[in-house]
């Protein structure tokens, strides 16, 4: 079965940090870019961070950057997202999403809450 | 940044209306717009690409039109599945890829 599937997600405290996991299966992972994109409660969809296929390219959104790093395994068919400092803005859903020019194929996210 | 703009943020209709959405960009983004379909607690789904193209086994009432910055999802004949939120994405820059607020359609 083509699928995604997130992990890592929970309840942390402001200042912490976090390490979420998209394992991907049924697909040739190592030939898409992939990404994590992120929705807080309520709220519309951010985009978060890509990296290419063999992670020669790497982006991220400003709200996120220096703080976030995605990276990948394409022998364990996994992208990871590693978040520190965790801010009470970061409280959101993190879907793991595969994309060539579009998102084509969405995880079902994980939910990280950032709370004292 | 690319900002996406949608508009209604909200809207309500009935079984086999016709839905129009909007989305405009403020720049140039050729055809580089996406629309996806979300329902609550759901991931997001991809109903078109390229500004126009249907997404493999989406239902035809659901169609795509615009170029350069003004966009727009039409659906033709509304049905009690499509009552979600639906948001439009420019892939034109990279770099920085940006979601529109949202359009959340809902019965009447």
């Known amino acids: 079965e083509v699928q995604l599937v997130e992990s890592g997600g929970g309840l942390v405290k402001p200042g912490e940090s976090l390490r979420l996991s998209c394992v991907a299966s049924?697909?040739?992972?190592?030939?898409?870019?992939m990404n994590w994109v992120r929705q807080a409660p309520g709220k519309g969809l951010e985009w978060v961070s890509s990296i290419s296929s063999s992670s020669g390219y790497i982006y991220y959104a400003s709200s996120v950057k220096g703080r976030f790093t995605i990276s990948r395994d394409n022998a364990k068919n996994s992208v990871y997202l590693q978040i520190n400092s965790l801010r009470g803005e970061d409280t959101a859903v993190y879907y793991c999403?595969?994309?060539?020019?579009?998102?084509?194929?969405w995880g079902q996210g994980t939910l990280v809450t950032v709370s004292s | 940044d690319i900002q996406m703009t949608q508009s209604p943020s909200s809207l309500s209709a009935f079984v086999g209306d016709r839905v129009t959405i909007s989305c405009q960009a403020s720049?140039?983004?050729?055809?580089?717009l996406n629309w996806y379909q979300q329902k609550p607690g759901k991931a997001p789904s991809l109903l078109i690409y390229g500004a126009s193209n249907l997404q493999t086994g989406v239902p035809s009432r659901f169609s795509g039109s615009g170029s350069e910055t003004d966009f727009t999802l039409t659906i033709t004949g509304l049905q009690p599945e499509d009552f979600a939120t639906y948001f439009c994405q420019q892939h034109h820059d990279l770099r920085e890829l940006t979601f529109g607020g949202g359009t959340k359609v809902e019965i009447k």
């Open positions: 999403a595969r994309s060539g020019q579009r998102f084509d194929l």
């Open positions: 049924g697909f040739p992972f190592s030939n898409y870019i």
């Open positions: 720049q140039d983004i050729g055809n580089y």
